[in-house]
């Protein structure tokens, strides 16, 4: 896949969107980071993790994107240079594809401040074609598989949990309703 390298007076440089994990844990080094959002896409819970939040007896639910016309996803688009660019692509490459089965494409990211022009951003979307792709649910049984799953870097609760909080946090007036329904039941069942 070629990827959109930015090249401006200043330095080459590439965005990197992030909507689930990598709102509140992106782990590799970055310039500087953009709240905002894509179109054209919902988030949903509908891939399977066997590593990061659960195993292969029962892996966790982790979010993608689906081609939804009406819909905007709102996250976190970071900026990477020099020699950022290829450290956090071969950190993002073991920890999204390898491990999380998730394959890349190009989007447009239009940040929230209107002034500042929309550009394309590398995306990390698990398709269902995927071998670990769980497809849709109720947030019921969404939210029963989450509050019992664990993997490698913790529990699945957490991943849904900093999700929601990052949402409320930076993004307080965008409406959720798959992931603060999932929420919802997921806290019913835990507290
Ligand atoms: N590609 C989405 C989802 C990324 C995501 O949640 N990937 C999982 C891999 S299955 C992950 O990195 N999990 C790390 C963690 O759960 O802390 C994003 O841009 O945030």
């Known amino acids: 896949m070629k990827l959109l390298v930015i090249t401006t007076s200043e330095k080459p440089s590439l965005w990197i969107f992030g909507y689930g994990s990598l709102v509140w844990k992106p782990d590799f080094k970055y310039k500087r980071s953009k709240v905002g959002y894509i179109e054209g896409y919902s988030r949903r819970f509908w891939h399977g993790d066997n590593f990061h939040r659960g195993d292969k007896d029962t892996p966790g639910r982790v979010v993608t994107l689906v081609e939804d016309h009406d819909a905007c996803t709102w996250g976190v688009a970071y900026?990477?240079?020099?020699?950022?660019?290829?450290e956090s692509l071969q950190y993002l490459n073991v920890r999204e594809a390898v491990l999380g089965g998730y394959v890349t494409k190009m989007l447009e990211f239009t940040?929230?401040?209107k002034c500042q022009g929309s550009l394309l951003a590398l995306v990390y979307i698990a398709t269902s074609d995927n071998p670990i792709y769980l497809g849709p649910a109720t947030p019921t049984e969404i939210a029963a598989?989450?509050?019992?799953?664990?993997?490698?870097?913790?529990?699945?609760i957490e991943y849904l949990l900093r999700l929601a909080e990052f949402m409320r946090l930076y993004c307080p007036e965008v409406e959720d309703d798959h992931l603060f329904s999932i929420e919802a039941a997921a806290l019913a069942l835990v507290i």
């Open 79 to 86: 900026e990477v240079t020099d020699s950022q660019m290829e």
């Open 145 to 156: 598989q989450i509050a019992i799953c664990r993997g490698n870097t913790g529990h699945n």
């Open 111 to 113: 940040p929230r401040e």
